[in-house]
């Protein structure tokens, strides 16, 4: 059953008052009394309608910017339609920054602070990725449709909402079409905003992921590397006796994952995956190269540096120990070629955006959860700026394959709590008397 605007507001009455229902979290009596303040604020109701009443304005969007490819590192089509949105509903400036950021400015009353609230433009799809979407009853089915090209309808949808409400605040509000959040981007658009820190947003929103109670505070770190073991390669039988890339590769992979495995069964959690390889011409071939992209995450940056430091000696042992075995050529080779790092890190839960956070998500009856994730949010958070990324809303599964599907059950609610936390954190503005 769809929660109207009306129920949303019998919601605030009823339950914010009992802050055990609130959150697992701890969550400050002023946060939660300022986020229910400001839900009936007339402007602020305003906007709640307004984004229900844009439900299929928001559809229509999903599936024309799920139906622009937006591969890594090709996210420039569908950045330029984002700009054209973020222009015609809200933003009084736009522009794209040379990382190919799509940055819209709306400017608040005081201009004391920025506060910046995106979405990622990039999915994990590789070009030629059939992007059509399918609808199946109340299902869409694409590649993309919910990571994250939701998210930026509800950076959209917040826009036009405020927009069209007259909600005006007193921070400046940066709605952000994000660049390389997926595999090797390596978050390269997030690291070029917050590289120059005077122009770096003062507090991060991110959208991303699933429904209204996860809220990801905590950074998860990871470093990927793709390795390259290179020799001549030849005959399998007339040059038998060359040294062998993919011999010392397995070798190198069995060293690792013997001492992985006992760095990963205790203390901070921490993984490793060898997710791709490749090389070689025929069964009947030596390779002459034989490579491999490897991922290794952590909730602890030393566990992390740990397992990094592990993994190179591998490389290493495997390396040498193939060319002792060398009977004619030249030697094997190694390049280990590092693609990805990706910063950890955590806030204490006690920060004015993370109250707000909990304290918005509260008033829509969800108990607010925070997490660790590796998202948008790493590279503020690694940073110690205020940062948190929350839900896109509606259902949806199948994230990072063919199959993926969204379903909008409820979705507006994710917009009414977005526009919520951006507002909240920003300041309402008071009426111009």
Sequence with gaps: MRTTSSALFALVAILVPDLSLLSAQELAPEYAAEARELAVDPKIVKAFALAEELDQWSLERLIELTEIPAPPFLEKARGRRFAELLKQFGADSVWTDIEGNVIGLRRGRGRERTIGFGGHLDTVFPEGTDVTVRQVGDT?????IGDDTRGLVVVLTALRAMEEAGVETEDDILFVGVVGEEGLGDLRGMKHLFRATNEAPDVWIDVDGGGLSRLVTMGLGSVRYRIAFSGPGGHSWGAFGLVNPAHAMSRAVRYFQDIADTLTRNGARTS???????????????????????????????????????????????????????????????????????????????????????????????????????????????????AVT???????????????????????????????????EAGLANPIS
């Design 272 to 386: 490793y995956n060898v997710g791709r390889i490749g090389g070689g011409t025929s069964v009947n071939s030596i390779p002459a190269e034989t490579w491999m992209e490897v991922d290794m995450r952590s909730e602890s940056p030393e566990s992390l540096d740990r397992i990094e430091q592990i993994f190179l000696d591998a490389m290493s042992r495997g390396l040498h120990e193939e060319n002792r075995l060398r009977r004619s050529g030249p030697p094997l080779t190694l390049e280990n070629r590092k693609v990805g790092d990706r910063p950890s890190g955590s806030l204490e839960s006690s920060l004015p955006l993370i109250q707000r956070a909990l304290a918005t998500t509260a008033v829509f009856g969800v108990s607010g959860e925070l997490a660790r994730s590796s998202t948008d949010s790493n590279v503020p958070i690694a940073q110690g700026v205020p």
């Design 390 to 424: 929350i839900g896109r809303g509606g259902v949806g599964g199948e994230g990072h394959s063919p199959g993926e599907w969204w379903i909008n059950r409820d979705g507006h609610l994710a917009i009414q709590r977005a526009l919520l936390l951006v507002v909240a």
């Design 140 to 144: 869409l089915f694409a590649p993309g």
